[in-house]
């Protein structure tokens, strides 16, 4: 079992910054690959970012490609967002997952373990 907790969001004006966090507890952190999903009100969750267990490889939506950075810190056991250039469109709850496996990562399906979710609300 992982339990994971995101902190981090608020409500930031367009053009800022916020960095998430999670913070995972149980299994061997360094095991799992790390995603970060977010939703909208009314709108299906996607994937935004993620990570392979060993941080070797990232992937991002287009939409954040350039502005969002995911990184890992296994000492710490805690996957981070950085999140710059916000947009208003950026606004959803953002949520961290944990997955086994290295690959499909983009899906939700391929992830085991989910955190409660962090808002984030970017004003124009």
């Known amino acids: 079992q992982v339990q994971l907790v995101e902190s981090g969001g608020g409500l930031v004006q367009a053009g800022g910054s916020l960095r998430l966090s999670c913070a995972a507890s149980?299994?061997?952190?360094?095991?799992?690959?790390m995603g970060w999903f977010r939703q909208a009100p009314g709108k299906e969750r996607d994937v935004v970012a993620f990570i392979t267990s060993s941080g070797g490889i990232t992937y991002y939506a287009d939409s954040v490609k350039g502005r969002f950075t995911i990184s890992r810190d296994n000492a710490k056991n805690t996957v981070y967002l950085q999140m710059n250039s916000l947009k208003p469109e950026d606004t959803a709850v953002y949520y961290c997952?944990?997955?086994?496996?290295?690959?499909?990562?983009?899906?939700?399906?391929?992830?085991?373990?989910w955190g409660q979710g962090t808002q984030v609300t970017v004003s124009s």
């Open positions: 149980g299994r061997t952190f360094s095991n799992y690959a």
């Open positions: 997952a944990a997955s086994k496996t290295d690959y499909r990562l983009s899906y939700q399906r391929q992830y085991d373990y």
